[in-house]
Each structure stands twice: as C-alpha cells, then as structure tokens.
C-alpha cells in the first residue's frame, strides 16, 4: 500500500463546469502522476509532477491544468470539461522506478 | 502503430494450466519493463518488474528479449483468483511510463 487516496471516488458533472479531482499521499513521495484509462486504449499520461510547484504535460494534457502547491498533494483540474474528457482518472507515484496507483476516480461528464 | 502491443485475449484457461502472454514494444530506447494486474473497476497493481535475465515470483516468471523487443509473462498452474487483465507497461527515461492495453485472462473452474 503507498498510501494514496483520490477524492472523489465519482463524479457526474456538466459539460462546461470546472472540476477538480484530488490525489493525496501520505509518504512523501516525489514524483507524482495523472493518468486517464478508457476503452482501447492504455493508460495515458495527463500531467506529471517532480516536486513542489514542478509539474509538466504529458501525452493527453489538453483541457486539464495541475498543481502541486504541497509534497502529499496534485491536484487535477479540467477547465471546462467535456463528454471526451468522461474516463477513469488514476494518479500514481513512482518509488524507484516502479510505480504505484490510487484507486482511481470514475468521471462522467454529461 | 501502438509503442506497447498485447493481445487482448480474452484466454481462457482451466484451474492449473500454464498460460503465457506476450508483449511486443517499438521503442528501442525503454529501459525498463513491468507486468501489472487490473481487476474490473480497480486500480492497476504492480505484478513484477522484468530484469533483463528474466526472473521468477512463485508461479509467475518473466523474460526480457531486447533483440526482439518483447517481454512475456508465465503463468504456471493457474488460480481462479488469477483472472484479471494484464497490462505490459515500458519505461523510457524518467517518466514516460508506457501501457499496452492489457491481455484478460479468465480461468476457468
């Protein structure tokens, strides 16, 4: 268990509303990370962070925005979302080269 | 061309068989390889990493080919609790983490 916790476990929002989603750690792990999984396709990398306030994009990071203002937390905003952004969201760390994931949380937007 | 390809099965197999997965991978330069176990609706848990001279968990063993750019997962004598989708996942420098799509295993009793 690395100790991550997301919140919230689900949302449904509208299209065009703000939404944040939460991944928290308790071991003080440096390197943080924001993936989206959907059918066919693996994970994908949104955003990534290697340390307070050091965060960069990943392969999908259009429409999404991050922030890591503290060691145990990244935070996931969309801006505005909409039903392409509807996905399973996983943070993750990295202790070593390995990486482990938070139980994830199911978005739908409508 | 996906950079991490799998089959996506689903095998089925009978409690007790030994079944193998297979990944193929296109970027030359990932240095590292992990096999992970999603169940349904959960998060992906790390199953082994993959050394170059390939390595053994229990009932489990992997093997790296670099030459032909593909890893392989063994399962011997397998569990009903085995029964998940398992993803084949590549590591380039210090963060692109790349995921194939996972292969389902489904054994049956």
């Known amino acids: 268990d690395a100790g991550i916790t997301q919140s919230p476990r689900h949302k449904v929002t509208e299209t065009g509303t703000p939404v944040t989603l939460r991944c928290h750690q308790t071991e003080n792990h440096r390197y943080m990370y924001w993936y989206r999984q959907d059918p066919g396709h693996g994970l994908r990398l949104i955003h990534y962070s290697y340390g307070v306030k050091d965060t960069d994009k990943g392969e999908v990071s259009d429409g999404y925005s991050v922030s890591r203002s503290k060691t145990e937390d990244f935070l996931l905003t969309l801006e505005s979302a909409t039903s392409s952004q509807t996905s399973v969201y996983f943070c993750?760390?990295?202790?070593?080269?390995?990486?482990?994931f938070g139980p994830g949380t199911r978005l739908t937007v409508t | 061309r996906k950079e991490v390809e799998q089959d996506p099965g689903p095998f089925n197999v009978p409690e007790g068989a030994t079944v193998a997965f297979n990944c193929t991978y296109s970027?030359?330069?990932?240095?590292?390889f992990f096999w992970y176990r999603q169940d349904c609706r959960k998060e992906p848990k790390l199953l082994m990493s993959?050394?170059?001279s390939g390595n053994e968990d229990g009932r489990f063993t992997a093997q790296l080919n670099r030459a032909s750019q593909y890893i392989s997962l063994l399962i011997r004598d397998s569990k009903l609790s085995d029964s998940a989708t398992y993803l084949c996942v590549t590591l380039s420098g210090t963060y692109k983490y790349i995921f194939g799509t996972g292969t389902r295993l489904k054994v049956l009793a």
């Open positions: 970027n030359s330069a990932s240095q590292s």
């Open positions: 993750a760390i990295s202790l070593g080269l390995e990486q482990y």
């Open positions: 993959v050394y170059s």
